[in-house]
């Protein structure tokens, strides 16, 4: 059996990325490991701005801050005896997962997914599928409670004939 040393927690803020980071947690007491929370984010590009013009330094600046706020908040309120790592990634959330995963040389990563189906995981696509498919370590995913407007459909369900 591998062992288990460091575990990737990538977040961004869910319920799914909170349940994953309790597991995480749990597999890290049990192997005694330690734990990189991680969060990748992204700098929105308006090409016909609604609003004055922000320049992207600013913005940039404002979304580190905030998201660095949360990471650390969102670890010191988890450590629970695990030592917890932060780091803060600017790029596609994918793409920055699988590096962070190099970078701090994970033997798991733990994240959570949002179960989006249909329409709205064409559209959005799905950041978990691409890490699973793409990592070169072993990923575990959770499914937290379905997002407003985007509940999972039940397959199996069959509609009643009258």
Do not use: C
Request: glycine fraction near 4%; proline fraction near 7%.
């Amino acid at each position: 059996m591998r062992a288990i040393n460091k575990i990737l927690v990538p977040t961004d803020f869910s319920p799914a990325s909170n349940e994953a980071l309790e597991a995480a947690l749990a597999f890290a007491k049990k192997f005694q490991a330690s734990i990189v929370l991680m969060h990748a984010y992204q700098i929105p590009i308006y090409a016909y701005p609604s609003q004055s013009l922000v320049t992207v330094s600013d913005l940039s600046i404002h979304a580190e801050v905030a998201a660095m706020k949360a990471l650390e908040a969102a670890a010191a309120a988890q450590r629970a005896g695990v030592p917890i790592q932060t780091a803060l990634y600017l790029g596609a959330p994918w793409e920055q997962i699988l590096k962070a995963a190099s970078e701090h040389e994970v033997e798991l990563i733990v994240m959570g997914s949002r179960g989006l189906r249909g329409l709205p995981r064409a559209l959005l696509g799905s950041t978990a599928e691409r890490v699973v498919r793409y990592a070169s370590v072993p990923v575990m995913t959770l499914h937290g409670p379905p997002e407003p407007g985007f509940e999972a459909v039940d397959e199996r369900a069959t509609p009643a004939h009258t």
